[in-house]
């Protein structure tokens, strides 16, 4: 927040010109027992140079890392300056809803473009004006896929998929009675393709599966579709990385019906948990029941370029009964940084990119793997995050590696998970684009070190 300071003077200005004496006239309407009959105890006003030095004391509290190989759904990427300071400008951040085309044409451009690239990224035809985050994405899907499927009311849901996105499910789910969720296991760290086919039958509307899937591993989409599509259901693919879309192969063009997730990757920070960016993209068979926006590119009566709201098949709309979704306003804002990164990177550069994180993960694995307190759990492929398992005291590695300036990999022993058995003392480890060969090695350095003391 920016520090806006005012004097006595210019208070009783601005008191002055809404024509009230003091400041408490201003609460004439609120009944007397509702007001406080004294001062709260506040510290006294200060300059701003005082505030700053106070903020940054009270920020030297925090635990600063010099490197992270924590993903687990939220990635840290390099966002270049050009990104904060396109979408610093201010007619980006008092834009909203873009009802009146004739005013918005900036807002429905870069919606457009973003759609458009979403479209190309996940190999499907039509892509709506984003989602709240992953995991809202996920539940957007899996009920558009019902309401396809009209007489089926099951939908099969991996285990592979992030276990947030699967209690959004859950909490979704709840309110449509006659709606079940099933889950497949895994197998090896990905989907079990005969329990997969055993559970498709008639009554299934999709299937969900994580690409890759929230272990790191990289699903056979084609196999998955094979089996789902015999049985007649859509297959929906769930992606909680979006830079692995510069990696693998697009998800529609392998086999899946409707393509979701996360793409806060995509020039936004981690930010302590948001804001979040979810993405779906569909066939065109099934646009008219995609929640919340479609922007379309249309030509006005003197034959120019415009951009509009095509499809808004929400409730503020439409009636109620015929809404696809109660979802509001989109992730706006933070499609736009997304929009303006990919442009930036263009395909090569994104694939450059994508091209690193899976280099960066493959050497990390190859030297954590040299210690001997490391074992494989799953052969899988993967982008850039894998589960290794720690035969050691973890507890007291990590405080170490704290004390270092590194955050590690995820615990999965603290998830409630159904495959939490099989992966005791194990770590999901990340490696992006931002992580460079001299973190990766004091890493290694402190956990050699580590086991040399305790050995």
């Known amino acids: ?145 019902v309401r396809v499927q009209k007489k089926r009311n099951t939908v099969l849901v991996s285990e592979g998929l992030h276990p947030y996105y699967y209690e959004v499910l859950k909490s979704g789910f709840a309110s449509h009675e006659e ?111 995609l929640p919340g926006r479609v922007v379309g590119e249309t030509k006005d009566l003197e034959g120019r370029t415009g951009y509009v709201l095509t499809l808004t098949a929400r409730e503020q709309h439409i009636r109620r009964d015929k809404a696809t979704s109660n979802i509001c306003s989109n992730q706006g804002l933070i499609a736009l940084r997304a929009n303006i990164w990919l442009q930036l990177a263009g395909p090569h550069g994104l694939r450059g990119i994508a091209e690193q994180n899976a280099a960066k993960a493959q050497y990390l694995r190859s030297r954590l793997l040299e210690l001997p307190c490391w074992e494989v759990v799953d052969e899988a492929p993967f982008f850039n995050e894998f589960v290794l398992r720690y035969n050691g005291d973890w507890t007291e590695m990590k405080k170490q590696l704290v004390r270092g300036g590194i955050l590690p990999g995820l615990e999965l022993d603290t998830l409630d998970a159904p495959w939490r058995n099989q992966y005791r003392k194990s770590i999901l480890w990340c490696a992006t684009e931002l992580n460079t060969r001299h973190q990766i090695e004091h890493l290694i350095e402190i956990m050699a070190r580590f086991a040399v003391v305790h050995s």
Not at 73 to 90: E, K, L, N, S, W
Not at 229 to 235: I, K, S
Not at 245 to 265: F, K, N, Q, T, Y
Request: proline content about 4%; glycine content about 8%; charged content about 20%.
């Open 1 to 145: 927040m920016r520090y806006l300071p005012s004097s006595p003077y210019e208070d009783q200005q601005l008191l002055t010109a809404i024509g009230v004496k003091k400041a408490e006239d201003c609460l004439s309407g609120v009944p007397s027992k509702f007001l406080l009959k004294s001062l709260l105890n506040l510290p006294r006003q200060s300059s701003e140079l005082e505030v700053l030095r106070e903020m940054k004391q009270m920020s030297q509290k925090n635990t600063s890392f010099t490197s992270r190989f924590l993903g687990a759904g939220a990635y840290a990427h390099f966002i270049p300056t050009a990104v904060d300071m396109q979408v610093g400008r201010q007619e980006w951040f008092t834009s909203y809803t873009p009802y009146q085309p004739e005013i918005s044409q900036g807002t429905l451009q870069h919606i457009f473009e973003y759609q458009t690239i979403m479209c190309d990224l996940t190999g499907t035809d039509v892509s709506n004006a984003s989602l709240y985050d992953g995991g809202t994405a996920c539940l957007e899907s899996a009920l558009m896929a």
């Open 179 to 289: 709606l079940k969720l099933i889950s497949i296991p895994l197998d090896k760290g990905i989907t079990n393709l005969t329990d997969l086919k055993n559970r498709c039958d008639d009554t299934v509307a999709a299937v969900l599966i994580g690409y890759p899937n929230f272990l790191g591993n990289v699903e056979d989409l084609t196999a998955c579709g094979e089996i789902t599509h015999a049985a007649g259901a859509l297959l929906i693919s769930v992606t909680q990385e979006a830079m692995s879309l510069g990696w693998l192969a697009a998800p529609g063009s392998v086999g899946a019906d409707i393509a979701c997730g996360e793409a806060m990757s995509f020039g936004n920070r981690t930010s302590f948990g948001g804001p979040f960016l979810g993405f779906i993209g569909v066939r065109d068979a099934y646009k008219r029941e």
